[in-house]
């Protein structure tokens, strides 16, 4: 009965796989018009394996592999969005957000969002921050847990069932030695 107990407390030893993945909300509920780009209220939500994190370049996201992409004119349609860093002395973190125009000209629109260093690494809710265009802005950064373990390969089952069989019948034909005291 000790072996069994032994055996089972293995059992609870064998490691259990945990994955995270990381969606990002977006929203800004205008741009300022400027430079004859038009004032829209834009949105997206993106769920990545890992938090973004850019370097020497953008992270660009095109428009069909976001959760959702959402411009408030109809005349405008998502085209991508990019994670950035700037590389001045203060450090931002940057959402550039690009449409396209539908009504013939074709032409892009981009809208950067400024945010502080380590906003897309940080679990939080993180405003725009100002600058000499600022766009207001909210981004939202939240860290899941995939609670859903892997299940083990056939021969990994395999293996551990065998492994089960040897240790019974070890304990099953193990020879009983006596002890005597004179």
Partial sequence: MKYVAVALSAIALVPTWAAASVSYEF???????????????????LSANDFIAPGATDVQFAAPLLNSC????????????????T????????????????????????????????????????????????????????????TSAPAPE???WAMMLSGFGLIGGAMRYRRKTRVSFA
């Fill in 154 to 156: 056939p021969s990994s």
């Fill in 70 to 85: 959402v411009v408030s004119s109809p005349e405008f349609a998502c085209e991508s969005v990019s994670f950035s860093r």
């Fill in 27 to 45: 929203d800004s509920p205008r741009t300022f018009p400027f430079s004859n780009r038009p004032s829209l209220a834009l949105k997206f939500g």
């Fill in 87 to 146: 590389v001045a002395a203060e450090g931002r973190d940057v959402v550039l957000f690009s449409v396209r125009d539908l009504t013939g000209q074709g032409r892009f629109t981009t809208y950067g969002y400024y945010f502080e260093l380590g906003a897309f690494t940080n679990a939080g809710v993180h405003l725009t921050v100002a600058n000499n265009d600022v766009q207001p802005g909210t981004l939202t950064v939240a860290v899941f847990a995939d």
